[in-house]
């Protein structure tokens, strides 16, 4: 039996749990790896929480803000087992922030400079989404402003594949090389990024900062397994609130992450938000998230192969059906050879299909040309895949 047909019961109860899918038949939204949409149990928790407990946390010793205090904490833990973190706060921690990219920054601005001496090499990826590049390079601006030289080397790319060239980082590797940062999934080819093989390349000691933005939420995270130091993700992406995010930090390679800055009030309702979502998305399974959202990018990625006039991006030789390269991971980006992307996103859009077509924040070694992406989750359904080829098909 296939995936979609084993788990089609499963995705339907899924589908109906969110208002936003349910209350506009006629919409497919195909663009997750911005935002997910949020099912009702989210909504429900923050509504819940605004109505029973709003209050300010770690302030005030009324009841409603020791509640606030107790969501906030536990909703750390939460994270750091959503994670597959054995033993959360031992040594390490879980910082929340709006999203990926202020996690990011906030490594590299509030860890990284702690971390490097004078002579140091970085190692950071130039063709992933800039919000894992350009912090880097900002650290290194400000540490070169106090007299600390930094190398940042560029994480080396199978072409073919679209995966890192894992051998050839093994070869860049010297022993000044003090940091990696990684992507797990690749947010245009939406190849996972096989960052267990980082560790194997760089050796026990080197930290890895890993942005986990198109992964957590969509398939199994397990930092026992990857043994990377930071892991920083979205909630928003992961079926939580905007403005949500957060960072773990392992905390035994190198100095323990303390944030620093004066951030006030913490984003409550985002975090009763994330709890929720997490809660949401283990029950819904999410091995079983990933072979659903892996079995529609095939059936997209299939249907794509038969049409002439459209190229898809990342790894040729996935594209095969019985193809035992890696899977690409519910995202799927592609250009029409005779139409611009942006002029394909509006008649997409014309035929309710919203799909996202730009250059989608690609760092500087990234496609110079724009494309469409289409990134899917859960509540996208194989109907919504055999539209979309329909319209593709009958465009000139
Ligand atoms: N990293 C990756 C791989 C992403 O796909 C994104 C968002 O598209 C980001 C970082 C930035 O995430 P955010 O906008 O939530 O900060």
Redesign the pocket.
Known sequence: MTTLTELHDWHRDLRAQFPIITGNPDRAYLDS??TSQKPRAVLDAVQRYLTTANANAGRGTYTWANATTALVDRTRTRVARFLGDPAPQQHSGVHFV???????RTVARDWLPHHLRDGDEIIVPFA??Q??ALPWLEAQRLLAGQGVRITVRELPYDPASHDYDHRALAGLVTDRTAFVAA?H???VYGGDMNVHRIRAAVGPDVPICL?A??SVGHLPVDVGTLDVDFVVF?G??AMALPGT?AVWARNTRGPVFTPGGWNGTPNTCGIAALEAALDWLDAAGPDRVRRWNTALAARLTDGLRTLDPYEVLGCRSSLAADSRVQQREGIVTFRHRGIGSNDLGFVLDSHGLMVRADGH?QARAGERESSVRVSLHVYNGPEEIDRLLSVLRGLR
């Open positions: 790896a911005a709006s999203g990926t990219t202020e996690g990011l992933d989404h919000a894992n992507t999934v690749h947010h942005d933005a198109q979205s928003h992406k995010g924040c």
